[in-house]
């Protein structure tokens, strides 16, 4: 879609868009660029000498019983915090849409928490569920559980991703609230004059009107339990005990910041590219599809 | 991404319920049940460290977990805000939120600017390698800092801005989804509204200042909380372009302070943490009208 009416100016566009394009070409693509160069060299241990392996940091990495597993703790730890987020959001969502008092208040009580920062949601975390200091991870102990999510990776990984879930609540719930006063009323009362209970109205009528909105939401929380979940998992576990709760993320950087594998590092960084491209192109795919809905 | 706002319809009574009031009082009753049940799901641990970070150390050292307010309180935020961790040599939390606002509001304002001036160059004018500047600015929506973790910082520190405002916050201020949403809206301002323009002798920058920019006021108001969120909250990028305590932010500062755990002065580290969230709270409660209409078509 384009405007019919234009200004004629030469020269001025390209000075409106230079700041913008200067950035993003410095910052994004060349870094982009390096992460795909390095992803096919190698350093020597000291740092002198490099040299092209083609795939082979690739194939490294796949070949990395670790690394799998670090795989295999990102899928986890995203289909829980996606799961977990938006079953509560809807929940809420479909209550606060009810006509009851004081709606705009629990609204107003329910989005806050989309402020707090992850890394600050983990600090929060730990003051519920540290085994000496906190409020529930005392209880536990004290009923006889033995908790310690700093030794259990299991536990370190439940208290990850019931932090991680608890941030993303209020932006999933902010999304379905909208997306159910968009349902026309009309079609809402014709149900109920058909004398459909309430249960049968959400699961006949409303879920499927939602459906655009919970497909969105949900390429968003796997997006954003990926690739925005650093702070939490580096604040609570630092992505132990061991490697329980490292994300590929996590992983990146550590193998890029801290133990300087450069080839390796941006071998991760290529693949979870491709993820985001991947999940990218879903989420428009759909939105294109959207639009004709 | 262009369809017309929802018409949010009038709360009518449905037909039907009248007769079944009494059933309908039970079922409020336990919607306001649920409903403060998440309240509190979500206030739960604020209220632990907000009545935390008003008792003495040594409470919290014990697992006392205080739910109501102690006397330390004053004391505590006093302490956290002219010298931060007392037991380490730390960084004033004063100075760390110092160095959060600046990088929000700069981050803010920048991605702001960038973004309306490149949206409004793709929408109001005709030039060669039009759609590719636009494709190279959406593109960016595919290559998140997380992604490219270490060649960016490599960039930075070739650059110099290692440790600097510059290095925090330049290289976060390209925003394809600002620049998304401003087009999205330029598209809908009328055609007869920039032909009377036109007409009127106005250049195109007396056009954007006098015409475009008041009446994108909602959607920068949107935008600047969605955004100064996100700045606030970084916490990545300053991980990796600050190892100076000058630049540290706040939110890497917490992070630090818990460092060993014996060595951590929890009720410093509660009252750091209310100071954190506060200001992106605010904003996001004092600002909620424009923010939820922004979120939910911004990301649309």
Redo the contacts between chains.
């Keep these: ?7 004629g ?2 020269l ?3 000075l ?2 230079a ?3 200067i ?10 660029a ?2 795909i160069r ?1 992803s096919f060299l190698r350093q020597d241990a000291f740092g002198i000498s490099v040299m092209f392996v083609g795939l082979e940091n690739f194939q490294d990495l796949f070949a990395d019983e670790r690394y799998l597993q670090v795989v295999w703790n990102t899928i986890w730890f995203s289909f829980w915090v996606t799961v977990l987020s938006m079953g ?1 959001a809807l ?2 969502a479909v ?2 849409d ?3 008092r ?1 709606r705009d208040t ?1 609204r ?21 569920f540290h085994p ?4 529930l991870g ?1 209880a536990l102990n004290g009923f006889g559980v033995p908790w310690d999510y700093r030794l259990n990776g299991d536990q370190a990984m439940l208290v990850v991703i019931l932090a991680a879930a ?1 941030k993303q ?3 999933n719930f ?2 379905f609230l ?1 997306g159910l ?2 349902i ?2 009309s079609v ?2 014709a149900a ?2 058909d ?1 459909a209970s ?1 249960s049968r109205r959400f699961w006949t009528v409303i879920f499927p009107l939602l459906s655009p909105t919970t497909f ?1 939401l949900l390429v ?1 929380n796997i997006t954003s339990a990926v ?2 979940t ?2 939490i998992i ?2 609570l576990t630092g992505g132990g005990p061991g490697n329980a709760t490292q994300t590929m ?1 996590y992983r ?2 550590v193998d ?2 801290v133990n300087l594998d ?1 080839g390796s ?2 071998a991760q ?1 290529v693949v ?2 491709i ?3 991947a999940l ?1 192109l879903v989420q428009f795919r759909f ?1 294109e599809r959207r ?1 004709h809905y | 991404m262009s369809q017309a706002q929802p018409a949010i319809a009038a709360p009518v009574p449905l037909a039907a319920e009248a007769p079944r009031r009494r059933r309908f009082l039970g079922a409020d009753l336990t919607t306001h049940v649920i409903l403060l049940l998440g309240v509190v799901l979500f206030a739960l641990p604020i209220w632990i460290v907000l009545m935390g970070s008003t008792h003495d150390a040594a409470t919290i050292g014990r697992g006392e977990v205080p739910l109501l307010p102690g006397s330390e309180g004053w004391n505590n935020y006093a302490t956290a805000w002219s010298e931060g961790n007392t037991r380490r040599a730390s960084v004033p939390v004063s100075t760390m939120m110092f160095n959060s606002a600046v990088m929000a509001l700069l981050i803010t304002v920048g991605k702001l600017a960038i973004s309306i001036t490149s949206a409004y160059a793709v929408a109001f004018f005709s030039f060669p390698g039009r759609m590719l500047c636009f494709w190279a600015i959406f593109i960016t929506l595919m290559l998140p800092v997380e992604v490219r973790i270490f060649p960016t910082f490599q960039v930075v520190s070739d650059l110099g801005m290692v440790n600097t405002y510059q290095g925090l916050i330049i290289p976060l201020i390209a925003s394809a989804t600002a620049t998304l949403l401003f087009r999205q809206f330029f598209l809908t301002i009328p055609d007869e509204l920039v032909e009377a323009a036109k007409m009127d002798g106005a250049g195109p920058m007396r056009f954007f200042k006098d015409i475009v920019l008041p009446l994108s006021a909602t959607n920068i108001a949107a935008l600047f909380v969605i955004l100064f969120v996100y700045g606030w909250n970084q916490y990545l990028w300053p991980l990796l372009v600050t190892t100076s305590t000058d630049v540290e932010t706040i939110v890497i500062g917490i992070v630090k302070m818990l460092g060993a755990e014996a060595d951590t002065e929890w009720n410093i580290v509660m009252a750091t943490t209310v100071l954190a969230l506060l200001p992106p709270v605010a904003v996001v409660i004092l600002m909620q009208r424009w923010f939820v209409k922004g979120l939910t078509e911004t990301e649309k």
């Design positions: 879609m384009r405007r019919k009416v234009i200004f100016n030469k001025l566009p390209y409106l868009l700041p913008q394009l950035v993003t070409a410095i910052f994004f693509f060349w870094p982009a390096e992460a390095y509560v929940l809420l209550l606060a009810r006509h009851i004081g629990y107003t009580l329910l989005i806050w928490p989309y402020a707090i920062a992850p890394a600050i949601a983990a600090v929060l975390y730990i003051f519920l000496s200091l906190g409020l005392r608890w609540v209020s932006y902010l999304f909208a006063q968009s026309p009323k809402l009362e109920a004059i004398g309430p969105f968003i690739f925005d650093f702070g580096d604040a993320i990146a950087y890029g910041r450069l590092s941006a960084s979870l590219m993820a985001v491209m990218t939105i639009v």
